[in-house]
């Protein structure tokens, strides 16, 4: 006898995104971006989507690039501000959707 209902695979879940999303450049001294990261993801949490950092060799800087909800983008300024002095603010705007696929790529493996 065979079952009266089929079973269906799960259906696969697709993360959701936090609200308005802002883009955040920033630049730190080297031996600063452990410190960064741990502000940024106390600050931040869930509202992280992702943080890429690029060392600069030359400079002894590191360019950092964040992707957070435009709720938490306040608290973490005020944070680094705070912690780090010596952190140079670039640019803050919404991100182009290049970057978010791109991070929703990155989740999936």
Same mark, same amino acid.
């Given at each position: 006898? =065979?079952?009266? &209902?089929?079973?269906? +695979? *799960?259906?696969? !879940? ?5 609200? +308005?999303?802002? #883009?955040?450049?920033? $630049?730190?001294? *080297?031996?600063? @971006? $452990? ?8 600050? %931040?949490?869930? /509202? #992280? =989507?992702?943080?890429?950092?690029? &060392? %600069?060799? =030359?400079?002894? =800087? $590191? &360019? @950092? %690039? #964040? %992707?957070? *909800?435009? !709720? ?6 005020? *944070? @680094?501000?705070?912690?780090? +002095? /010596?952190? &140079?603010?670039? $640019?803050?705007?919404? +991100?182009?959707?290049?970057?978010? @696929?791109?991070?929703?790529? /990155?989740? /999936?493996?």
């Amino acid at each position: 006898m =065979q079952p009266s &209902h089929a079973i269906k +695979p *799960a259906k696969r !879940r697709v993360p959701l995104l936090p609200g +308005p999303l802002y #883009l955040m450049k920033l $630049t730190v001294a *080297a031996e600063s @971006v $452990t410190m960064l990261r741990q502000i940024v993801s106390r600050v %931040c949490g869930d /509202d #992280l =989507q992702f943080m890429r950092i690029e &060392h %600069c060799a =030359q400079t002894r =800087q $590191t &360019h @950092v %690039c #964040l %992707c957070i *909800a435009q !709720r938490a983008a306040e608290p973490m300024l005020d *944070a @680094v501000a705070l912690n780090l +002095p /010596d952190a &140079h603010f670039g $640019t803050i705007r919404e +991100p182009k959707l290049r970057y978010l @696929v791109r991070s929703l790529r /990155d989740d /999936d493996r």
